[in-house]
C-alpha cells in the first residue's frame, strides 16, 4: 500500500466531525477517486473516526486515517499518515508529540503501516496553522528550503502543501514541486471546482480535496476529472 501512494493523482479528504449521509458517501468513494483521506483539526474522536472507517469500509478503496491525536487512532485503516509540521518553531510538531506517542504505544504501533507527512502550512487564518504556530509569513525561497529539508535531508516520502480552505500560490507549490527529489507532493486548500482541481494538479502530484465535498457535491465530483488515466 505505501507504493501506491506514489499513484495517487487525487485524494477526497473526509472529517469524521462533519455530517456526511449515507448517499453523499456512497458517491465520494464510487468517484474513481485514489484514495479516501480521513481527518481533521479539530472535534476527532474515536467514536467519529470508528463510525465513518466503518461506514467507508463498506467500499473497495484504499482509506487512510491522517493522525492529528491520539484520540482518533482506531484500527481498519490501510495507511495511519503522520503529520510533522516543517514550518513551527514549536518542536512538539515535529518531533515532540510523536516521542510522548510512541513512548506509551510503541507496543501497539503497527509501523509497517505509518508514513510521515512533511506539512507546510501557509494560511496564517486556519485552525492548523494556529494550532500548531506554523510560520505562515515566509516568502518563496524559504517554502522551498522546509521543503528541501523534508525531502532531501529526512527523505520524508511525502510534502503537503497546505492552505486549508484557502486557494494557495501556485507559483510556489510549482517551485517546491521542482525543487523535490524523491518525495510525493501533496497540495491541499480551496479546490472547490474542475477548474481549480486542474490549476493545482499542473504543479503537484496529489490534490486533497475536502471543504467542497459538504458545500456542492457536484463541484467536488467534477473534480476527480483531473486524474489522468
Given at each position: ?204 502530484d496529489t490534490i486533497v480535496v475536502g471543504n467542497i465535498i459538504y458545500e456542492n457535491l457536484q ?11
Open positions: 500500500m505505501r507504493e501506491q501512494i506514489k499513484t495517487w493523482q487525487h485524494v477526497f479528504k473526509l472529517d469524521p466531525d462533519r455530517t456526511i449521509s449515507d448517499d453523499v458517501l456512497a458517491k465520494v468513494c464510487s468517484s474513481g477517486t485514489d484514495a479516501i483521506m480521513v481527518g481533521g483539526s479539530s472535534g476527532v474522536t474515536y467514536n467519529n473516526t470508528a463510525d465513518l472507517i466503518k461506514r467507508i469500509s463498506l467500499y473497495d478503496i484504499p482509506c487512510v486515517l491522517e493522525v492529528s491525536d491520539l484520540e482518533m487512532v482506531v484500527p481498519g485503516f490501510d495507511l495511519y499518515m503522520i503529520p510533522l509540521i516543517l514550518n513551527t518553531n514549536d518542536s512538539q510538531w515535529m518531533i515532540g508529540q510523536h516521542v510522548s506517542a510512541i513512548e506509551q504505544y510503541s507496543h501497539l504501533m503497527p509501523w509497517d503501516k505509518l508514513v510521515p507527512e512533511g506539512y507546510i502550512v501557509l494560511n496564517a487564518d486556519s485552525t492548523v496553522a494556529q494550532r500548531t504556530e506554523a510560520l505562515t509569513e515566509i516568502d518563496l525561497d524559504r517554502a522551498v528550503a522546509y521543503a528541501q529539508a523534508g525531502d532531501r535531508l529526512f527523505r520524508l516520502p511525502i510534502i503537503y502543501i497546505e492552505y486549508s480552505g484557502r486557494f494557495g500560490d501556485m507559483e510556489l507549490t510549482g517551485e517546491i514541486r521542482r525543487s523535490t527529489h524523491q518525495a510525493q507532493l501533496f497540495y491541499g486548500g480551496g479546490i472547490r471546482d474542475y477548474h481549480s482541481a486542474r490549476q493545482a494538479k499542473q504543479v503537484c463541484a467536488a465530483l467534477d473534480t476527480v476529472q483531473v486524474i489522468s488515466r
